[in-house]
C-alpha cells in the first residue's frame, strides 16, 4: 500500500485576486507560510476564507483568487517543476469565515463532492476554446441547448478537459478564465461582465480519458 503524504498549510490574511493592491503582499505571505516546503503530488486543493463583509464588498472571483496562488507555488516556490502545465487537477473553494486565510492541500488526487441537487447544465463542448471573454462561439453552443436554467445564486462549477497538454492553473492568460466568462448565459451577467462572483466552488481537471483534446465537459449546479 502506497502511503498517502498530503500535507496541509495555513496562510493567515485576507486572500487577494491578481491585478490588485493586495496581490503583492498576499504572495509574500504565501511564500512566507510555505517556506521550504516541497509538494509531493501534482493536484492542489484549496480553500479561501473570506469574511463575510469582504465578500459582499469585494466578489472575489474565485479563479482570479487562484492566480496569485499558482503564481508562488510555480514560480516562487518551484512546485510541480517550476511549471503550471504539470498541475493535473485542482479544486478552489470560497468560504465565509470569521477569520481569514487560505487552507492550502496537496494531494494525490481531489475527490469532487457532487451536490446533492440535480446539474442545471452538463454538456461536452467541442471546438476551440475561447481566448477572451466576448467571444460568442461558446455562449452560442450554451444557448443552443434547451430546457437548462440559469444560477439565482450560489454554484459549483465543474470544468474536465481531454486534453493532456494544456496548462489548466494559467488562470490570467490561460483557457479556464475565458471558458468561465463565456458562460453568462447560465451565470448571469453579460457579455464580457458575467456574474461569475456566485461561483463557490471550482473544480478543474485534464487528461480525462474519455475526452478528446479539444473537448471540455462543463457541469453546472446551483448549491
Avoid at 479561501?48 to 507555488?73: G, M, Q, R, S
Wanted: aromatic share 10%.
Amino acid at each position: 500500500m502506497i502511503k498517502d503524504k498530503t500535507k496541509e498549510y495555513w496562510v493567515p490574511g485576507r486572500p487577494a485576486t491578481f491585478a490588485t493592491n493586495h496581490e503583492v503582499p498576499w504572495k509574500g505571505k504565501i511564500k512566507e507560510h510555505i517556506g521550504s516546503e516541497i509538494n509531493t503530488y501534482n493536484s492542489v486543493e484549496i480553500e479561501f476564507k473570506i469574511t463575510k463583509a469582504n465578500i459582499e464588498k469585494y466578489a472575489f472571483d474565485i479563479d482570479n483568487l487562484c492566480e496569485p496562488v499558482f503564481a508562488v507555488l510555480t514560480s516562487q516556490l518551484g512546485w510541480f517543476g517550476s511549471k503550471r502545465a504539470n498541475i493535473n487537477s485542482w479544486r478552489a473553494i470560497k468560504t465565509q469565515n470569521e477569520i481569514e486565510g487560505m487552507i492550502l492541500k496537496d494531494v494525490r488526487s481531489i475527490g469532487f463532492i457532487k451536490p446533492e441537487y440535480p446539474a442545471v447544465f452538463d454538456a461536452v463542448y467541442q471546438g476551440k476554446f475561447p481566448n477572451k471573454a466576448t467571444e460568442v462561439l461558446m455562449p452560442e453552443w450554451i444557448k443552443s441547448h434547451s430546457g437548462f436554467k440559469g444560477v439565482n445564486k450560489q454554484c459549483a462549477i465543474r470544468l474536465l478537459f481531454g486534453t493532456k497538454t494544456l496548462s489548466i492553473a494559467t488562470i490570467s492568460s490561460g483557457k479556464v478564465k475565458p471558458i468561465i466568462d463565456c458562460l453568462y448565459p447560465i451565470l448571469g451577467g453579460l457579455c464580457g461582465a458575467p456574474d461569475d462572483h456566485k461561483i463557490t466552488e471550482l473544480y478543474v481537471e485534464k487528461s480525462v480519458e474519455e475526452l478528446t483534446e479539444d473537448q471540455v465537459r462543463i457541469t453546472i449546479w446551483e448549491i
